[in-house]
């Protein structure tokens, strides 16, 4: 089941509204707000509710399926399931008492509009580390470089260079340069292999040291057809999507984006992650991503439902949608030919119909 995003109003007037996300019973987080979503360009300011009053009168506001919770450096992030209003973050800051007591906790909600809308000068969202372990294959003639980093050499049971964090690897990154990349894919399914295995890291990347336009370059291609080459690595990305092809350009600048990617997933793994987000995510279980509401919608009626439904039926079908949303994808498969509606009001029924049908003018609009 999908979590949901709950509000509700509440009795306080200084945090009037209760947010809180749920999946399966289980609250992944909850807090007192002052606004129920924040506007254009500002953040609401949140307290983490500690405990609930026994006798407080909670009133329903809002119920939205959440389509995705992710953590963004420091942030919390939060996508619902609808066309608008659907992206925000929850943000903490520490504060230090100025007693030198216990710091203080500001948790703010700001949406996708005011992220974009504030000035970062310059800073991103995970501060790299210089403090890197990396370990080298034993196989790699002329290694990259990485300054300033622990170096050591040792055979790696996939890729060519390694980064360790608490002696365990965490990030691996495969090289090749065009030639290397040309030979290998004469030996296609061992390039499958090897890809698979780094797959199953947390990070992993794979890294050529070209342009994609050198692929369809004869110069460069040897033996293979000029549209060989780049349709391998279509497949590539398409069977292996937990690792990312990257053409860097050439050795050196291949050399600094493992460098930098290193040290981007050390400083990522090391920063502190906010309790509200960590307490969220530790008990959050994330579903495929789908196409949303939409396309759930779609296929309930094209492939799910009967011929003929009322839209009860897809409402059943479709759980979290509200009425207005499902009849708005219902009169577009309509335009399109998929189905037609007869009758008007709660009763009407709705049918699919061929591609290339037009709907009778005398149908009803379903409403």
């Not at 509710?49 to 992030?77: F, W």
């Not at 504060?95 to 906790?105: L, N, R, S, V, Y």
Request: charged share 30%; with cysteine.
């Amino acid at each position: 089941m999908p979590a949901e995003w709950i509000v509700e109003r509440t009795t306080n007037p200084r945090f009037p509204y209760r947010i809180r996300i749920e999946q399966d019973g289980r609250v992944l987080v909850v807090v007192r707000a002052r606004d129920a979503w924040p506007g254009a360009g500002t953040s609401v300011f949140c307290l983490r509710e500690r405990t609930l009053l026994p006798d407080e009168e909670l009133t329903p506001h809002e119920r939205v399926p959440v389509a995705h919770l992710a953590r963004i450096g420091r942030k919390l992030s939060i996508t619902l399931d609808r066309p608008h209003r659907k992206r925000c973050e929850l943000l903490k800051l520490t504060k230090p008492a100025p007693d030198g007591g216990e710091p203080h906790e500001h948790l703010f909600l700001r949406t996708e509009l005011a992220a974009r809308a504030h000035r970062t000068k310059g800073r991103v969202e995970v501060q790299p580390t210089k403090d890197l372990d990396v370990v080298v294959d034993l196989q790699e003639r002329y290694p990259w470089a990485f300054p300033g980093a622990r170096v050591t050499r040792r055979r790696l049971p996939v890729g060519d260079y390694a980064l360790v964090l608490g002696d365990r690897v965490t990030a691996v990154v495969e090289r090749k340069s065009l030639e290397n990349f040309r030979n290998d894919v004469a030996a296609i399914k061992g390039l499958h292999q090897q890809l698979a295995e780094l797959g199953a890291y947390a990070h992993a990347a794979f890294v050529i040291e070209a342009q994609y336009a050198d692929l369809a370059d004869p110069t460069r291609i040897g033996k293979w057809p000029g549209t060989h080459l780049p349709r391998v690595v279509a497949e590539l990305t398409a069977l292996h999507p937990r690792v990312p092809i990257v053409f860097a350009g050439n050795r050196k600048l291949g050399n600094v984006w493992a460098h930098r990617f290193f040290a981007a997933v050390a400083g990522a793994s090391r920063a502190s992650l906010p309790d509200a987000a960590g307490e969220a995510l530790a008990r959050y279980a994330p579903r495929a991503a789908d196409g949303g509401f939409e396309t759930r919608v779609r296929v309930a009626v094209l492939q799910e439902l009967p011929s003929s439904f009322v839209i009860g039926d897809l409402r059943a079908r479709c759980p979290g949608v509200g009425d207005g949303r499902l009849r708005q994808v219902l009169q577009r498969l309509r335009a399109e030919g998929r189905v037609r509606v007869l009758g008007v009001g709660k009763r009407a029924r709705w049918e699919r119909a061929d591609r290339a049908s037009v709907p009778p003018a005398a149908d009803g609009d379903g409403r």
